[in-house]
T-cell receptor, first 112, second 115 residues
Framework: DQQVKQNSPSLSVQEGRISILNCDYT??????FLWYKKYPAEGPTFLIS?????DKNEDGRFTVFLNKSAKHLSLHIVPSQPGDSAVYFC???????????FGRGTSLIVHP | DAGVIQSPRHEVTEMGQEVTLRCKPI?????LFWYRQTMMRGLELLIY????????DSGMPEDRFSAKMPNASFSTLKIQPSEPRDSAVYFC?????????????FGAGSRLTVL
């Protein structure tokens, strides 16, 4: 049973437009949510996180929104750039175990 | 720091052979994770060590898989005997441990192909 779900395997966006990647979770005990970015032949790298006490966290072009009542979070990239083309993993952890659970990833392609 | 170092980067072996994957975590990190990435299941946790002690190995598929962390700077993941369904990319990651968001630093991965 997947506790972290990324239902869109892929997303295609034009350069300069907004990219929105979505993630749903089922475990109400999760209190930290993270996004990782992965290029081919490399390991995932940390991008941005948000704790459950917040509903928004922003870092440059990247913003993560958290809707606890809907158990949903999203990553917004504005404006999108071709270098953003990668696989994005959503991850969540609870304060008890600190072990991140990952979604299956969404492949983002940003067209020039 | 050179980051998390994994070896080998690529391994091709035949069914039934033993495979050993190696990982050197970031110095000072006290948590180490082994993940496996497949198309069907994404990134799934195999085992988690804290201060060199296995804490959660519930993700290890079966007895053919074993992992060790003899000291703070080295860990191995062994598959014996290997099977074609073990073909995947295996990632090692380390972190500072049980604090806040617990951000993981991943190695580049070991791509395993079992023929």
């Amino acid at each position: 049973d997947q506790q972290v779900k990324q239902n869109s395997p892929s997303l295609s966006v034009q350069e300069g437009r907004i990219s929105i990647l979505n993630c749903d979770y089922t475990n109400s005990m999760f209190d930290y949510f993270l996004w990782y970015k992965k290029y081919p032949a490399e390991g995932p790298t940390f991008l941005i996180s948000i704790s459950s006490i917040k509903d928004k966290n922003e870092d440059g072009r990247f913003t993560v929104f958290l809707n606890k009542s809907a158990k949903h979070l999203s990553l917004h990239i504005v404006p999108s750039q071709p270098g953003d083309s990668a696989v994005y993993f959503c991850a969540a952890s609870d304060g008890g175990s600190y072990i991140p659970t990952f979604g299956r990833g969404t492949s983002l392609i940003v067209h020039p | 720091d050179a980051g998390v170092i994994q070896s080998p980067r690529h391994e091709v072996t035949e069914m039934g052979q033993e495979v050993t994957l190696r990982c050197k975590p970031i110095s000072g990190h006290n948590s180490l994770f082994w993940y496996r990435q497949t198309m069907m299941r994404g990134l799934e946790l195999l085992i988690y060590f804290n201060n060199n002690v296995p804490i959660d190995d519930s993700g290890m598929p079966e007895d053919r898989f074993s992992a060790k962390m003899p000291n703070a700077s080295f860990s191995t993941l062994k598959i014996q005997p290997s099977e074609p369904r073990d073909s995947a990319v295996y990632f090692c990651a380390s972190s500072l441990g049980q604090t806040g968001a617990n951000v993981l630093t991943f190695g580049a991965g070991s791509r395993l192909t079992v023929l």
